[in-house]
């Protein structure tokens, strides 16, 4: 095993870029030609699983008395920001693709899935860090990232809705014990709609606000993503003087892809996670122990140290930057990005991880007593 005895923050810096890696693999994979085409898809479950496996994990956290300096430096911010563009670049190069080349359906297949990769992995993992801040430009990017994925709600749902109910059986986004990944995957897709339409009409309500207006984030937030594929739409229909419905395909194919890989990402994060209810009726606070924790060192750089999840939601205001590895929180054994691959097969990913849960209830348990 590779060990990083010591890691300067400019060579930290250079980990957040990883994420390039991927349209850059995707589009010059398209190029290459055949098989090519899924050199994401090798780099995101294959290599870097291995580089997981092969590096070792990086524990350290930012010492306390540099955490404030380290939070504020723009380059983190500016990181963040410039992932936007890119992924506006490279969603109109797909699009430009599929409505100007006659494509195979092996091309389909990869291209559609390959950007999903891209707006999915990566992108959803930046509105979720830029959704979590207080400034309009940041929230105004996490929005933009969303609707090319038609998941605005998500701006709703996950920061009035999932980080109050957690790690509770009022979640949907809280994998259950036993529960499969597919029959997650739609109850968490549609509870979680319902739930960020019943949040926006509590919000209106306790403002004296009508529930049908145009202050109902929920409205544009359902009908962006259609206008604005609508338009895209439209632009390459005149551009190439048809109707070019493989954009259409495109659109809603990559985001089908980034939603599952979202809804993926949340069924490991909490998988069996339970807060205890309180004789005051309330839950326990949100604590580290209530989140999967995974601090492999190369998908944390690929995903903005999402998978340091516990500390996120013990300290959502946190940037992605300082955010910490706890040893007593529950450890994923792999990445994220192997084990989405373990999430897709039920019966080895409930061989693999109910025994770590029920180990980790039982430490728990010791624990208070």
Request: hydrophobic letters at 45%.
């Amino acid at each position: 095993m590779i060990e990083f005895r010591s890691m300067n923050s400019s060579f930290k810096k250079i980990g957040f870029f990883s994420a390039l890696i991927l349209p850059v693999l995707l589009i010059a994979g398209y190029y290459i030609g055949g098989l090519g085409i899924f050199s994401i898809h090798l780099f995101v479950f294959l290599l870097v699983p291995i580089m997981d496996f092969l590096i070792d994990r990086d524990r350290t956290n930012i010492a306390k008395e540099a955490v404030s300096d380290v939070a504020k430096e723009r380059f983190y911010r500016w990181v963040t920001y410039g992932w936007v563009y890119v992924q506006m670049v490279v969603l109109f190069w797909g699009f430009h693709v599929v409505s100007s080349d006659l494509l195979t359906p092996v091309q389909w297949i990869g291209i559609i899935s390959g950007m999903g990769l891209i707006t999915g992995g990566i992108g959803i993992t930046v509105a979720h860090e830029l959704g979590h801040k207080n400034t309009r430009l940041q929230q105004f990017y996490a929005k933009i990232l969303l609707m090319t994925v038609c998941y605005m709600h998500f701006f709703i749902e996950h920061n009035r809705g999932h980080h109050v109910r957690v790690a509770t059986i009022e979640d949907p986004a809280t994998s259950r014990e036993g529960e499969h990944f597919y029959a997650f995957w739609l109850r968490s897709i549609r509870d979680g709609y319902r739930s960020a339409w019943h949040l926006e009409g509590k919000r209106l309500e306790k403002k004296s606000e009508r529930f049908w207006s145009i202050r109902n984030q929920m409205f544009p937030f359902t009908i962006l993503p259609l206008v604005f594929v609508g338009l895209v739409f439209g632009f390459f229909s005149l551009w190439q003087d048809r109707i070019v419905w493989e954009v259409l395909l495109l659109f809603f194919g990559q985001s089908l892809v980034a939603i599952s890989l979202l809804e993926a990402v949340n069924y490991l994060e909490h998988y069996g996670m339970e807060r205890k209810k309180l004789p005051n009726g309330f839950y326990e606070k949100v604590t580290p122990l209530h989140s999967w924790n995974a601090s492999q060192r190369v998908s944390n750089f690929l995903l903005f140290q999402l998978q340091r999840h516990s500390d996120h939601h013990a300290f959502a205001h946190k940037p992605y930057q300082v955010l910490n590895h706890y040893e007593e929180s529950p450890q994923l054994p792999a990445g994220y990005s192997a084990m989405i691959l373990v999430a897709f097969i039920p019966p080895i990913w409930f061989a693999m991880m109910d025994p770590r849960l029920e180990a980790w209830k039982t430490k728990s348990r010791l624990s208070v007593q």
